[in-house]
């Protein structure tokens, strides 16, 4: 592990300061505090900002507000989580090691980088870590990897599994920065790669992330998380959906519908949404609907799979939807 030299943040005036002159936020680390040890990023300064205040979790009416400092296993257990947004809670508990789970921030979450192989090499052409050094995965091993939002540049397919819930879920984040304060939806920190993947968020120089606001609606209880992945626990998804339903007499008045493990970013279906609504809630029309998550659809050599996969676990996550009692 290459030097670097570590500062205790107390306050979050403090946190953005250090950050804003180079240094890199670490919370539960274990993201980055992995790809220190291999050598993959490489920075000489961290601030730690685990003793800033944004470990709240708390209930705003039917809607969640989310310290990005509570952690997956915090956040999954809450009772509000489980009452207003149990996909949140089903989606947490698809993702990494109840170890893990009790370290990683919700806030670290969202940012975590990918884990394409190649990425990890360091040996091999990989332009997220060393931009144009080229991508090993185009020829190489790519059957984890996306087939939306790619590029001649990277296929590599974002890894939060809860990023796809919170953007199913029409969530938003609260940043503060060097220039204030800002709120966007969650589904606009992520970029596709283009020809630079190795910038993979909008966040500017120095903001933090504070919080996640998950708004309520009358399909919060009627949704599900459903990941397709190669072994039963520990393992990142293979393809992934979330999907929430809001019915009226069997008929759908709205659907959203998010996918992991397919996309450069958690991927949000709205042609297949638009396609739902008013259609009665049955396999026909899921089927139907599903197919259209294929329109811009990409695969390479070894993802072709992905694309029956991708539709058929949209039908089975909808009609899990539809059968939450």
Not at 111 to 124: G, I, K
Request: glycine share 8%; with cysteine; charged share 20%.
């Amino acid at each position: 592990m290459i030097p670097f030299s570590l500062q205790k943040a107390s306050s979050v005036g403090d946190a953005i300061a250090a950050a804003t002159a180079g240094a890199r936020y670490i919370a539960g680390g274990t993201t980055l505090v992995d790809l220190m040890r291999e050598e993959v990023e490489q920075p000489d300064r961290l601030v730690d900002i685990n003793a800033l205040p944004l470990k709240r979790l708390q209930a705003d009416g039917d809607d969640l507000v989310i310290g990005a400092l509570v952690t997956m296993s915090a956040c999954a257990a809450h009772p509000d989580v489980k009452r207003l947004q149990p996909v949140i809670s089903e989606a947490l508990l698809e993702g990494a090691s109840p170890q893990l789970r009790n370290l990683a921030t919700m806030g670290g979450n969202l940012l975590q980088r990918t884990r394409c192989p190649y990425f990890r090499m360091l040996d091999a052409g990989c332009n997220k870590r060393t931009p144009d050094s080229g991508c090993s995965a185009m020829d190489g091993y790519n059957g984890n990897h996306a087939v939306l939002g790619t590029s001649s540049h990277c296929l590599a397919t974002h890894a939060s599994d809860v990023a796809v819930a919170l953007v199913a879920l029409d969530a938003t984040m609260q940043v503060l920065g060097p220039n204030g304060e800002r709120t966007f939806p969650v589904e606009d920190l992520f970029r596709l790669p283009g020809t630079t993947p190795h910038l993979e968020h909008t966040l500017q120089p120095g903001e933090l992330i504070t919080a996640i606001r998950v708004p309520g609606g009358r399909d919060a209880r009627r949704a599900r998380y459903l990941k397709v992945r190669d072994r039963s626990s520990y393992e990142f998804a293979v393809v992934s959906a979330a999907a929430l339903l809001d019915l009226e007499n069997g008929v759908i008045r709205e659907a959203r519908i998010a996918c992991g493990g397919v996309g450069t970013k958690p991927w949000r279906m709205r042609a297949c949404e638009q396609a739902l609504a008013g259609r009665p809630a049955d396999r026909s029309s899921f089927e139907l609907a599903a197919r259209l998550s294929l329109a811009g659809a990409q695969a390479r050599s070894g993802n072709k799979f992905k694309m029956e996969l991708m539709p058929a676990t949209i039908v089975r996550a909808l009609e899990l939807a539809r059968d939450v009692s």
